[in-house]
């Protein structure tokens, strides 16, 4: 299937080829954020950072998840805060340490969108399964804008292995780093990387 036809498709075929994801603890830990979204704590999650690409690419080593996810503001206050979450997983026995919680063995990192990008990449993920429970997953394209703009260098092998594994949908990436004004730093990234410049 070439990357002109249906993405979807193509994205639910890629994520059948990540039976890593089961062997590792992940369902456990899915079935813990799962439950905190019925009971109210979050409203939609996607999973991103290193675990996300490994939806689309072969497993690299990652050490914690990061979980998109959209809040409530507490009433009375302009402000997000990430208090609800932690007060119902202490409450479970799920240690802290730094910014992570420990869930059921993987640290998780919960992130609130920072911005329109973050917002987009939230809100267009996609529903996909680990061990037959549903989750949601950020598309290739936002993961690698949002790479982009965090721009170390681990970010940019990240997206170097996006480009590689041609799983990139062009079209779709060049709206959203248009749209995010990010289009000036992926040329940057370009000459840096495949043309051989400093």
């Not at 036809?5 to 813990?32: H, N, Y």
């Not at 507490?74 to 997983?89: E, K, Q, R």
């Not at 998780?108 to 996909?128: H, K, N």
């Not at 594994?165 to 060049?174: E, I, P, S, T, Y």
Request: a negative charge; glycine letters at 10%.
């Amino acid at each position: 299937m070439g990357r002109g036809e249906d993405d979807s498709a193509l994205r639910r075929d890629g994520f059948e080829i990540c039976p890593w994801l089961s062997g590792i603890g992940m369902k456990a830990t899915l079935e813990v954020i799962n439950r905190m979204q019925a009971d109210g704590v979050i409203g939609k999650y996607a999973i991103g950072g290193a675990v996300g690409a490994t939806f689309y690419l072969e497993a690299s080593a990652t050490l914690d998840i990061d979980i998109f996810v959209s809040l409530k503001n507490p009433p009375g206050s302009p402000l997000l805060t990430l208090a609800p979450i932690y007060d119902y997983l202490t409450s479970r026995g799920y240690k802290t340490e730094k910014e992570y919680i420990d869930i059921e063995g993987w640290p998780v990192q919960f992130l609130p969108p920072s911005g329109a990008l973050d917002e987009e990449a939230l809100a267009q993920a996609i529903e996909t399964e680990v061990q037959e429970l549903p989750t949601r997953v950020i598309t290739a394209e936002h993961l690698v804008a949002l790479a982009l703009r965090t721009a170390r260098a681990k970010d940019f092998a990240r997206i170097l292995q996006f480009v590689e594994a041609g799983v990139l949908n062009a079209d779709r990436l060049d709206q959203i780093l248009k749209r995010h004004g990010l289009l000036e730093k992926w040329e940057q990234f370009g000459v840096k990387f495949f043309r051989g410049n400093p």
